[in-house]
Structures are given as C-alpha cells and as structure tokens.
C-alpha cells in the first residue's frame, strides 16, 4: 500500500513539474514572437506626420520579404477569431494621459480590425440571400462575438508562446509602447496569426495605427 501511495505521489510530482516545464518554455518562448532575434528579410522606413511632427516608422517583414505583403495578409486572412492585446495588465482600469492615449488606440485598432472581420460574414449572409440590413445585422453580431480585447499577462505570454493563439484561425495583435519596454518605432508580422506594433512613445503608437490603416486601405473613417 506504502509503494502504491509513493509511486502515486510520484507520478502527480512528475506531471507537475512536466506542466511546469511546458509552461516555462512557452513563456520564454514569447520573447522570440516580440523579438525574433534575427535580421528581417526587409526593412521599409515610413514617414508618418502628425501633429506637427514627422514618425518614422519601420515596417519589417520576416515572412515574405515585403512587410506591406505581410501586413495586408496578416490582416486579410480569414480567422475565427482575433484578439487585440491592448496592453501590459496595468492598463486595466487605469487612469491619466498614457491610458488615454493607450485606450484610443486600441479603439481605433479595434475599429479597423473590426470592419476588416466584418467583410466575410457579411458577403456569406448576402450571398444566402439575407437583405443589406439583415448581412449588416449578423456581420456585426459575429464581430462582437469573435473580435475581442485582452491584456498581456502571463496566460496570453503562455498562449502565444505555444501557438494556442497568434496562428491561421487565432488573429493576435499586440500593442506595445514604453510601458512594455518598446524603444522604436516599428510594425512588424513575427509568424502567421501575429502582428506587433511597437512605439517608443504613446502617440507613436497611436500614429502607426492610423499609418496602417491607411496602408492597407481601410474603409473606417
């Protein structure tokens, strides 16, 4: 019976360092999705004014060697569903200038993102016959239901780190300014499922959304 217990003991040790092990790796592995830790295969430089000042802005590509082909295909593909990580946790229920600016950024990202999500569902509802109104209804029901926000703590690190999300049906899209460490400006596809856009300050961060959306074309005003 004392063998029996030991070696029971023994097993749920093993299973827990084996979790432990798995969650360890896949959050060091998040380091190398905000940092790939290689030369891009292309680097092109945007100038982006606002507010009486020129950004510059770093658009780089690791996929296909033109990061405005990575970013329009990043962003166009088809997904289940598309998370917009705002933030370190301590965005959350924040206050002052720098959450302002955060949270008006992540709106306008979610507004693009969203009218982006809404195409398919919308052309799929017409094209079974539903009228303008009732395609524009249910398009913008799924997007509520499929685009959503989060915050990067440590689940989300774990999460992208294992490819649980950040792949060809999870969409993640990460801000990151000075409070998560960011230094430049720059806009950039890691892997498949994944864009990050990094300011070195709060307004940048702002204008390279607006730099993207005009990029790749998108109808919200």
């Not at 360890?24 to 999705?33: D, G, I, K, Q, T």
């Not at 990202?109 to 969203?114: F, S």
């Not at 890691?190 to 730099?211: C, N």
Request: aromatic fraction near 8%.
């Amino acid at each position: 019976m004392k063998k029996r217990t030991f070696y029971a003991l023994l097993v749920v040790l093993l299973l827990i360092v084996a979790s432990l092990s798995v969650a360890v790796y896949a959050y060091n592995s998040f380091s190398n999705v905000v940092n790939p830790g290689k030369k891009p295969l292309a680097v092109k430089p945007v100038g982006a004014p606002y507010g009486g000042r020129l950004y510059r802005i770093d658009f780089e590509s690791y996929l296909t060697g033109d990061p405005f082909v990575d970013l329009n295909m990043t962003l166009r593909s088809s997904y289940d569903k598309i998370t917009i990580i705002v933030g370190n946790p301590s965005f959350k229920g924040c206050s002052g200038m720098d959450c302002a600016l955060r949270k008006r950024t992540a709106m306008e990202l979610g507004l693009m993102i969203g009218a982006i999500y809404g195409v398919r569902p919308y052309i799929e509802n017409i094209q079974k016959g539903a009228n303008n109104t009732s395609a524009l209804y249910k398009a913008a029901y799924e997007t509520m239901k499929n685009v959503k926000s989060d915050y990067l703590g440590v689940m989300q690190k774990i999460e992208l780190g294992l490819g649980r999300i950040g792949n060809k049906k999870h969409l993640v899209i990460i801000l990151l300014g000075p409070e998560e460490g960011a230094t430049k400006n720059k806009v950039f596809c890691p892997r498949q499922g994944v864009l990050v856009i990094e300011g070195a300050s709060e307004e940048a961060l702002f204008v390279e959304v607006l730099t993207i959306k005009k990029l790749i074309g998108s109808a919200v005003k």
